[in-house]
């Protein structure tokens, strides 16, 4: 991952007078010192507003429903389901949240998983505080920055895919939007979602169970 | 792979394999059997021609020293001794030899067994129960070592977790907070508070790697396969070793324990690479020949010390590989400079 943050030069003044203006996080942490940090550290920024910080990725979801958030940081391990699960249900959602996935291990099995699920960021637990908000700036403002896949390590998880499996992966590797891919399949949106939902759980080598 | 002995064909029995040679308090204290017997049926023929010719023909016992009888008598008694040595040597031989496989019995040649082991003669019968004996051992062991192994895994898991669930959270969560404090602080201790964080960080990264490095979560999550090329890769990134993975797309799918014991077998050879060989790149190679899977390790590096002792680290694989039934080959590649590891395991009974 690059940090080729921009220093936030701007007027801060105006975040703090103009509500609308400001960043809309929300936080998503099973592990409580580690949510309240976070919703402590992106409180201090005056153009982030955390609009909640919850331990479940149902709350996730549930909070995103009901008000508007530009930014979903997420942990990638939670309790129950885990983070790529809510990137998927948020990017599902009418108004399409940022989604900043911030976890522990950020190999390349976790940067593939993340493509499948629509994710914009990967962040380490192990980058400071500084380098986290500058990442939510920039997918806020549209940007996705995924680590590369390891080309080995890319082949060694296509085989486990089935041949269309295996070209959607490769569509989401490339950039393309769910829509696209199932225009270029000439499959409908429903079997394309469910054909995504068992890609995401085979890359992240879960067993075989509803996840949607 | 200083630790290691010179070790090119551990598994396959060595004709040279007496390395165990009896300790100066074992050395022989005793007249061979073979000598006692023969030596004992000597005497008695001689004292039982010498009374016969007592009590049969006294009278001719001075003349006797003369004539030609004498020599066809001491033909006679050369004879049954040398029948009686070699009849005695068909007897004894077979425990001796039992002595001689007894004595080179080790880890590194399990299933191997005495030949000749059938009832139809006590030292045979010998050979037979020492054989029986070496397979229950053998069970026990593997039985044993299977335990000691299995509750050293789960050990592993509980700490990589713990490390990872609460020192890791907790860290990430101290690193949020000094994040905060270090944007806070004046001019003149943040230098100070910034190294605070670096060293917070440090320790961060240091607890993700032991954890990952105790519990590979890959393993868990990916399978065998994803695994070994997220091992690789971690190697490659960290440790300056060049890892080139040839994994076979076709593999068949494989118990837990055979992909743990694979998996571990790879580590170790692969941290034994990157600490001794002094080889910038190393080649993995996982792939199954009809009823095998081969794993395969092999280096550029310096090969293995001659005269070396097998350290902690090459036993932890023998017995990993011992309890997937699995043969262990450590050796020196034939072509060209490094060593090699290499695993066999049979696929289907894993016995």
């Not at chain 1, 590797?173 to 829509?179: D, H």
């Not at chain 2, 390790?297 to 590989?321: C, H, N, S, W």
């Amino acid at each position: 991952m690059t940090s080729t943050a921009a220093p936030p030069t701007a007027d801060w003044a105006k975040f703090r007078d103009d509500p609308l203006a400001r960043t809309r996080v929300l936080v998503v942490d099973d592990h409580a010192a580690v949510r309240a940090g976070l919703r402590e550290l992106l409180a201090d920024e005056a153009d982030f507003e955390v609009v909640a910080a919850v331990a479940t990725a149902e709350d996730g979801i549930e909070v995103a429903e009901h008000e508007p958030i530009d930014v979903a940081v997420i942990d990638y391990q939670l309790g129950g389901r885990n983070g790529l699960w809510l990137s998927r249900k948020l990017k599902r959602l009418p108004e399409r949240p940022a989604v900043l996935i911030y976890s522990a291990y950020t190999d390349g099995v976790l940067a593939a998983a993340a493509v499948v699920a629509e994710a914009d960021a990967i962040v380490s637990k192990g980058k400071v505080g500084s380098e986290l908000c500058h990442a939510v700036r920039r997918v806020a403002a549209g940007r996705r920055e995924l680590p590369r896949l390891p080309p080995r390590l890319a082949d060694s998880l296509r085989r486990r895919l089935d041949h269309e499996e295996q070209a959607i992966f490769g569509m989401l590797l490339a950039g393309l939007e769910p829509p696209e891919v199932a225009m270029t399949l000439g499959v409908s949106q429903a079997v394309l979602e469910s054909r995504l939902c068992e890609l995401l759980r085979r890359l992240e080598g879960l067993p075989a169970a509803p996840s949607a | 792979m200083s630790s290691l002995a010179n070790r090119g064909t551990a598994i396959t029995p060595r004709p040279g394999a007496g390395n165990r040679r009896p300790s100066a308090e074992h050395r022989r204290r005793y007249l061979p059997l073979l000598h006692r017997i023969a030596g004992i049926n000597v005497l008695l023929v001689i004292a039982a021609v010498g009374v016969t010719i007592v009590v049969l023909a006294p009278g001719r016992l001075s003349t006797l020293a003369r004539s030609e009888e004498a020599a066809v008598v001491l033909a006679a008694v050369a004879f049954v001794v040398v029948a009686n040595v070699l009849l005695l040597r068909r007897v004894v031989g077979p425990v001796q030899s039992l002595t001689a496989f007894a004595r080179q019995v080790d880890y590194s040649n399990l299933g191997q067994r005495v030949a000749g082991a059938e009832p139809t003669s006590e030292a045979g019968e010998l050979a037979l129960t020492f054989n029986e004996m070496l397979t229950r051992l053998e069970a026990e062991r593997r039985e044993s070592t299977g335990r000691v192994l299995r509750a050293q895994e789960a050990e592993r898991l509980r700490i990589a977790q713990e490390l990872h669930d609460q020192v890791g959270q907790e860290l990430t969560a101290v690193l949020l907070g000094l994040s905060r404090v270090t944007a806070r602080v004046p001019e003149s201790v943040r230098e100070d508070a910034l190294s605070v964080q670096d060293a917070v960080r440090h320790s961060l990264e240091d607890v993700r790697r032991i954890a990952v490095e105790l519990r590979p979560e890959a393993l868990d999550d990916l399978g065998l396969a994803s695994a070994l090329a997220v091992l690789c890769e971690r190697f490659s990134g960290q440790l300056d070793l060049d890892v080139v993975p040839y994994i076979a797309p076709d593999l068949p799918s494989l118990p837990t324990e055979v992909e743990l014991v694979v998996y571990r077998v790879a580590q170790e050879a692969l941290t034994n690479v990157a600490r001794h060989s002094a080889s910038s790149r190393a080649e993995l190679t996982l792939m199954h020949t009809g009823n095998l899977l081969v794993l395969r390790i092999g280096d550029y590096g310096l090969g293995l010390p001659v005269g070396g002792v097998p350290g902690t680290g090459m036993r932890g694989m023998q017995e990993r590989a011992a309890l997937i039934g699995a043969r262990l080959t450590i050796g020196n590649r034939r072509e060209g400079p490094g060593c090699e590891v290499r695993l066999e395991a049979p696929l289907g009974d894993p016995r």
